[in-house]
Nanobody, 117 residues
Framework: QVQLVESGGGLVQAGGSLRLSCAAS????????MGWHRQAPGKQRELVAR???????NYADSVKGRFTISRDNAKNTVYLQMNSLKPEDTAVYYC???????????WGQGTQVTVSS
């Protein structure tokens, strides 16, 4: 099993920045990909960004150029730097960890990000 603990959510004005962190513990040797999904009220959970163990990244079109995902393998932690935030970025952000690029094996508890206009 892998446990994921997220931090860094909060309330910010449009145009502001936030940094999310997600620390993994447990059977981390099995983990290849880490990343973030988000879910806004009344909407489906969607991929925001993901990063493989060797640094390959992938972003949703809606966040390209504004969000940056990074990973510290020594600390088993993934980060999401969110700049130029928009009200439509408001959602619960969920960290995930998986054995490969396509699966979603483990989830964090979620952290709320609210962007006011």
């Amino acid at each position: 099993q892998v446990q994921l603990v997220e931090s860094g959510g909060g309330l910010v004005q449009a145009g502001g920045s936030l940094r999310l962190s997600c620390a993994a513990s447990g059977s981390i040797f099995s983990i290849n990909t880490m990343g973030w999904h988000r879910q806004a009220p009344g909407k489906q959970r969607e991929l925001v960004a993901r990063i493989s163990s060797d640094g390959v990244t992938n972003y949703a079109d809606s966040v390209k150029g504004r969000f940056t995902i990074s990973r510290d393998n020594a600390k088993n932690t993934v980060y999401l730097q969110m700049n130029s935030l928009k009200p439509e970025d408001t959602a619960v952000y969920y960290c995930f960890a998986s054995k490969n690029w396509f699966e979603r094996n483990y989830w964090g508890q979620g952290t709320q990000v609210t962007v006011s206009s």
